[in-house]
């Protein structure tokens, strides 16, 4: 038994020393390829912008932009501001509607109401009075939320002028 493992460990090492001959003769004749460098471009990072301070007095003017479940393009201009209060009038084709709202300047988020119809005009039958709420962007000159009323959910942006 012994003779025989000593007869099986020779004849795996000869067949590992010839193994090793014949892939020492194959990869000389193999010649090397020369090495490959690979160069990713990465898009390089924005500048990070800090958020100017928005305070309620920043609100005071007109912003254009657009309101609605279509779309549509609308002004809101802001008259008052008290403390962290503010209030104006919503214009959208011939129609206005006051409102009257707050400011959250630590967070940079406004919040109103749509308190009453002044003018609807002759392109709306009638004008459902919306609840809003909106965020300022780093830059402070656009606000963007997002407002509900009885026909639903509707999206707004508007810029300051």
Do not use: C
Request: proline share 3%.
């Amino acid at each position: 038994m012994k003779l025989s493992r000593a007869a099986a460990g020779v004849s795996f090492l000869g067949a590992l020393a010839i193994g090793m001959a014949t892939a020492g003769l194959f990869a000389a004749d193999v010649e090397a390829e020369p090495a490959v460098t690979v160069t990713y471009k990465l898009t390089p990072m924005p500048n990070r912008v800090d958020p100017v301070w928005v305070q309620a007095e920043d609100l005071v003017g007109v912003w254009r932009g657009t309101w609605d479940h279509a779309g549509v393009p609308a002004t809101l201009t802001i008259k008052r501001t008290e403390g962290n209060r503010f209030s104006g009038i919503l214009k959208q084709g011939e129609a206005e509607v006051a409102f009257a709202g707050t400011i959250d300047e630590r967070d940079r988020r406004i919040f109103f109401h749509e308190t009453k119809v002044v003018q609807l005009g002759s392109e709306y039958g009638e004008w459902s009075l919306g609840t809003n709420s909106g965020a300022f962007s780093a830059d402070g000159n656009i606000l963007s939320g997002t407002g509900i009323d009885r026909w639903g959910t509707y999206q707004w942006t508007m810029t300051k002028e």
